[in-house]
C-alpha cells in the first residue's frame, strides 16, 4: 500500500526517490511567480520554456494536464493550470477535480511518486483552512486506487499540522 507524506519546507529539499514534479502553471506554459516560476528556474527556464513553446501551441484549458522533462531538476514535471478560488462556480470541487487529474494522468504515464505543493493556494486564492480536509481525504482515496506515493509540501510546519489534523492522518 502506497503512502501519503505530508511535509514542510523547500519542495526542491524532498526530490530525492521522486519521479514526478506538480507545478501549477499558467496558462501560457512561461515562467510564473511562486512555485512555478521557482520550478521553470531550476529545472532551467530558456531549456523548459523552448520545450513547451515547441510541444504545445495552445494555451492551457482549467485543470489541462501537460507533462515535460524537468531538465536540471532530474524528473519530469506535470504542468497542470488549476482553477482559481475566485473565478470558480464551484471552487472546491474544481479543485479536488486537479488532484485527481494528478494522481490518474500522473499513474497512466508510469509515474509512482509524485511531489507536490498545495496547489491553488497562494495567487489561486483558496485558503489552507478551507480545503486542507478535503485535499488530505481525496489523496488518500486516490493513493489506495492508484497505488502511489504522493508527497505533499506545506509552507510552514503549522499548516502541515493543520493538514495532518484535518486529515485524522
Given amino acids: 500500500m502506497k503512502k501519503l507524506n505530508i511535509v514542510s519546507g523547500n519542495i526542491f529539499d524532498y526530490l530525492d526517490n521522486k519521479d514526478l514534479i506538480v ?3 499558467n496558462k501560457y506554459m512561461i515562467c510564473g511567480s511562486g512555485v512555478c516560476g521557482a520550478i521553470y528556474k531550476k529545472a532551467n527556464k530558456e531549456l523548459l520554456e523552448d520545450y513547451c513553446k515547441k510541444h504545445y501551441k495552445e494555451n492551457m484549458q482549467i485543470n489541462e494536464i501537460r507533462f515535460s522533462p524537468g531538465f536540471n531538476l532530474g524528473i519530469d514535471i506535470l504542468h497542470i493550470y488549476c482553477p482559481k478560488y475566485y473565478e470558480s462556480k464551484r471552487p472546491l470541487l474544481d479543485l479536488l477535480e486537479s488532484y485527481e487529474k494528478i494522481v490518474i494522468s ?3 504515464k508510469g509515474y509512482k511518486n509524485i511531489i ?3 496547489i491553488g493556494t497562494g495567487v ?3 485558503k489552507h ?3 486542507a480536509k478535503h ?6 482515496e486516490l493513493i489506495n486506487i492508484y497505488d ?3 508527497t505533499l509540501v506545506l509552507p510552514s510546519e503549522e499548516i502541515k499540522r493543520y493538514y495532518i489534523e484535518s486529515g485524522k492522518l
Fill in 106 to 108: 500522473a499513474k497512466d
Fill in 116 to 118: 507536490s505543493v498545495s
Fill in 135 to 140: 485535499i488530505v481525504n481525496k489523496l488518500n
Fill in 23 to 25: 507545478n501549477s502553471n
Fill in 129 to 131: 483552512s478551507d480545503i
Fill in 148 to 150: 502511489i506515493d504522493f
Fill in 124 to 126: 489561486h486564492g483558496y
